[in-house]
């Protein structure tokens, strides 16, 4: 599945005395299985941006085509749109609801009108996905579970749909590092093995030098940069006047070259630095 969005402009409120540009002539496309991180300050677009993909928002002007055709266009069947790419919204655990794990998991594909058998494999496959053992938890109620794994039932009810492409908006918004990183790995598992395409709203340059392919940057309703982590990040005084930080590693990286050691001037991952220190080590120790 591909989605282009071509000069994408929202705006909330139009013609009224509060309007809002949300999204201003944003353009760009996603290939199937890229895992692209979304960053921005706050109150940029993104998640303005992300509820357009799968049609909850409607462009003011623009389009947003799925392989090659206009979401909001004539006779679209929108409702299997959303089944094929999954949108998980911020804190989305205050939309679980029913009695039980597995009931609020299976809430979308029982609506899908499914079988019994296919609803119960989807909802243990969603379970193992999100690392919740289906023994244990699939009878209980989710109000009972700590933070982290309410949130990863939430994301197994949309996973249950099977998406091709997955969006998250600050998945990892409010969780201890625990939280965060088992939401991570879970992530990198799912691309890996069902190749399902990501898009991740985040705040945390740290988790997108973990795991995006591509960063879009986004300012003011703009999309002011477009590319890999590498690229974006070593474009550091565009970051900066926008707000946004780059991660510990290529921050080390600026230090230690301005200080004069022999580095490349594009490290953002704790592992390259690591070898980069090793090498500049050797050196060192061998004259
Ligand atoms: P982000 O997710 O990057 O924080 P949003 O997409 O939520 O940004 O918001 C972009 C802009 O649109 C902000 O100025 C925000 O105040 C405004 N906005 C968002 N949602 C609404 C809404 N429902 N009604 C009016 N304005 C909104
Ligand atoms: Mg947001």
Same mark, same amino acid.
Do not use: M, N
């Given at each position: 599945m591909s989605i282009e969005v071509r000069h994408l402009t929202h705006t909330y409120g139009e013609g009224s005395a509060i309007s809002t540009v949300a999204l201003d002539d944003v353009s760009f496309a996603i290939e199937p299985g890229e895992f692209i991180g979304i960053v921005g300050h706050t109150g940029s677009g993104k998640s303005t941006l992300v509820q357009h993909l799968n049609g909850l928002l409607k462009p003011t002007s623009g389009q947003v085509l799925v392989d090659g055709q206009d979401l909001n266009g004539e006779g679209v069947n929108r409702r299997a749109l959303r089944q094929r790419i999954g949108l998980v919204f911020q804190y989305p655990e205050y939309q679980l609801f029913e009695e039980t794990v597995a009931k609020d998991i299976a809430f979308g594909p029982k609506n899908q009108g499914l079988s019994s058998e296919e609803i119960d494999r989807r909802v243990r496959k969603a379970m193992d996905s999100v690392h919740l053992d289906y023994a244990k938890y699939a009878e209980q109620s989710p109000f009972e579970l700590s933070g982290g794994q309410m949130r990863r039932v939430a994301i197994a009810g949309v996973l249950a749909m099977e998406p091709e492409v997955l969006i998250l908006d600050e998945p990892t918004a409010g969780l201890d590092p625990r939280g965060r990183d088992r939401i991570l790995s879970m992530l990198e598992e799912l691309r890996a093995k069902d190749h399902t395409t990501i898009l991740m709203v985040s705040h945390s340059m740290e988790d997108m030098a973990r795991?995006? $392919?591509?960063?879009?940057?986004?300012?003011?309703?703009?999309?002011?940069?477009?590319?890999? !982590?590498?690229?974006?990040?070593a474009r550091r005084d565009l970051m $900066?006047?926008?707000?946004?930080?780059? !991660?510990?590693?290529?921050?080390?990286? &600026?230090? /230690?070259?301005? &200080?004069?050691?022999?580095? !490349? &001037?594009? /490290?953002?991952? !704790?592992?390259? /630095?690591?070898?980069? /220190?090793?090498?500049l080590w050797k050196e060192a120790s061998a004259c």
């Open positions: 795991l995006a $392919t591509r960063l879009l940057v986004i300012s003011e309703g703009k999309l002011v940069a477009d590319g890999s !982590p590498r690229e974006v990040f $900066t006047s926008i707000g946004l930080d780059i !991660p510990e590693s290529a921050k080390l990286c &600026a230090a /230690l070259r301005a &200080a004069g050691y022999d580095l !490349p &001037a594009d /490290l953002y991952r !704790p592992e390259e /630095l690591k070898e980069q /220190l090793l090498r």
